[in-house]
């Protein structure tokens, strides 16, 4: 209990500021980045004073920034900022292009003198992670930001990670790792599975691994990361294009919710670095070439992707083909919407096994009839159970059907290697169940806002890419 008062006594500090720093113009992701490289600062202090060492250059350190003011304290913020971000390792990961988004010296010594009232290096990596967990989380519902584009629902995570089950000694990456919410649920997974010293420091050096291309987002997943106590010395997340990554490294677990469309302007063509891809331009079907490229022979996935995936011509069905043929997609579970903090398209989840051709495919459609809302009816980790428990992981042999003559409503179903040569593709649907709008009057309107928004957004990109030319 007292650690409950005192995480909610902390992120009431934390949110605080924020509407003090919001008045004055300054976003919350751009505040959280900030906190992230302040609180840095604080925990290899006091690191340091405990006579562990600190990993920071002299001349950069939080003692160098804590006593200053004005615009003294503006000029060293920004230049420990620039030193640290040049730096290797762990400092350099978590520093990624930083800069500084508080320019006035009043609200950046605010920030500071939060951090400075508590002892955040002897916290217990649970606490202290679950502080900054919410604090992802509040961040990725500033709709403003986009920052949801980052954030998995920690209810899905948890599901996909519960049935797809990494074991201690196996190596988990996510490709597109976001805030590092997969690696986090998996490492949490894992660490219960065994207490020989040897496989807990290969979990916690060696096992993970994620990436990103945005430096905000790498920022904020190594901090994440290293605040539960993972990569302590060097972050097991990267700041890179996994698209255009050619290594052979390969891992026995994938687990990732990569980002949908098209691939930004000005971006490097994939095709032209990864010359065994079916070319095309949409994000989400590199992503399942680069994840399908990625796991070893026997190894397991369980990767959300859009409708689009399982039901496009064209190269997507060369993708699907190559998937099919090469892997088991053994389970897709259909996902509702309203679960994300992003507007999003109509998902799936789907695991497949490499090393197998696929044959029969289960489906669990939790979407058909099934409304969430963030606000009001957001989806829990224990309305995904049916289907944790349906999926009998370690044991698929022991599945059996929901559905039936006799219950055709039944979530579950078998769809036969027959069924699947017979389907034209893989959106698999068979209930017949009414589905009744429950929004309240509020929440239509916050849809409608949302996607007038995305609209407007979508003008602005177009009249950009036109230079400016108007109709």
Same mark, same amino acid.
């Given at each position: 209990m007292t650690n409950q008062k005192s995480e909610s006594a902390l992120l009431n500090k934390v949110w605080n500021i924020a509407n003090v720093l919001a008045a004055a113009g300054v976003g919350f992701t751009d505040y959280i980045t900030q906190l992230t490289y302040i609180l840095f600062l604080k925990m290899d202090d006091e690191k340091e004073k405990l006579g562990l060492g600190s990993s920071i250059p002299d001349g950069y350190k939080w003692k160098d920034l804590a006593e200053l003011?004005?615009?003294?304290? +503006?000029?060293? #913020?920004?230049?420990?900022?620039?030193?640290?971000?040049?730096?290797?390792?762990?400092?350099?990961?978590?520093? &990624? $292009?930083?800069?500084?988004?508080?320019?006035?010296?009043?609200?950046?010594?605010?920030? +500071?003198?939060?951090?400075?009232?508590e002892n955040w290096y002897m916290m217990e990596g649970d606490f202290k992670g679950a502080i900054y967990e919410s604090i992802l989380e509040k961040n990725g519902q500033d709709k403003k930001s986009g920052a949801g584009q980052y954030f998995t629902p920690r209810s899905l995570i948890s599901a996909i990670v519960d049935v797809v089950d990494p074991k201690i000694t196996e190596t988990v990456a996510d490709p597109c790792c976001g805030t590092g919410g997969f690696l986090l649920a998996a490492y949490e997974h894992m660490k219960t599975q065994s207490k020989d010293i040897e496989r807990q420091k290969f979990l916690k050096n060696d096992a993970l691994s994620g990436a990103d291309n945005t430096s905000l987002v790498v920022t904020l997943a190594s901090m994440n990361l290293y605040l539960h106590d993972i990569g302590i010395n060097k972050s097991p997340i990267a700041y890179k294009d996994s698209l255009i990554d050619t290594s052979d490294k390969v891992y026995d677990v994938i687990m990732t919710n990569p980002p949908f469309g098209t691939r930004p302007q000005g971006s490097v063509e994939v095709s032209a670095n990864r010359l065994e891809f079916i =070319? &095309?331009?949409? *994000?989400?079907? *590199?992503? /399942?070439?680069?994840?399908?490229?990625?796991?070893?022979?026997?190894?397991?996935?369980g990767v959300v992707l859009p409708d689009s995936v399982l039901t496009d011509t064209g190269s997507t069905e060369k993708v699907r083909e190559k998937l099919? %043929?090469? !892997? *088991?997609?053994? &389970?897709?579970?259909?996902?509702?919407?309203?679960i994300f903090y992003a507007n999003g398209v109509k998902t799936n989840v789907l695991f497949f096994e490499k090393g197998?051709?696929?044959?029969?495919?289960?489906? #669990?459609? #939790?979407? @058909?009839? +099934?409304?969430? @809302?963030?606000?009001?009816?957001?989806?829990?980790?224990?309305?995904?159970?049916?289907?944790?428990?349906?999926?009998?992981?370690?044991?698929?042999?022991?599945? $059996?059907?929901? #559905?039936?003559?006799?219950?055709? *409503?039944?979530?579950?179903?078998? !769809?036969?290697?027959?069924?699947?040569? %017979?389907?034209?593709?893989?959106? !698999? $649907?068979?209930?017949?169940?009414?589905? %009744?709008?429950?929004?309240?009057? &509020?929440?239509? /309107?916050?849809?409608?806002?949302?996607?007038?928004?995305?609209?407007?957004?979508?003008?602005?990109?177009? =009249?950009?890419?036109?230079?400016?030319?108007?109709?």
């Open positions: 003011s004005g615009q003294d304290l +503006i000029d060293k #913020y920004e230049e420990i900022l620039k030193e640290l971000s040049d730096t290797d390792g762990l400092i350099g990961t978590i520093f &990624t $292009k930083a800069t500084n988004k508080i320019d006035r010296p009043a609200m950046l010594a605010k920030v +500071i003198e939060m951090v400075s009232e =070319k &095309t331009s949409d *994000n989400q079907v *590199n992503f /399942l070439q680069h994840i399908m490229s990625i796991v070893r022979t026997g190894g397991r996935v099919m %043929k090469d !892997f *088991n997609l053994h &389970t897709i579970l259909r996902l509702p919407t309203g197998e051709p696929t044959k029969d495919i289960w489906v #669990y459609d #939790y979407r @058909t009839g +099934i409304k969430h @809302t963030l606000a009001t009816k957001p989806m829990t980790r224990a309305h995904l159970q049916e289907f944790v428990d349906c999926y009998c992981s370690g044991h698929m042999e022991d599945r $059996k059907q929901t #559905y039936s003559e006799e219950n055709p *409503n039944g979530r579950w179903r078998c !769809f036969t290697e027959e069924d699947v040569k %017979k389907a034209d593709n893989l959106d !698999f $649907k068979w209930l017949d169940l009414e589905e %009744k709008d429950e929004r309240t009057i &509020t929440e239509v /309107l916050d849809d409608m806002q949302d996607e007038s928004d995305g609209i407007a957004a979508a003008v602005a990109s177009l =009249k950009e890419l036109l230079g400016g030319i108007e109709a």
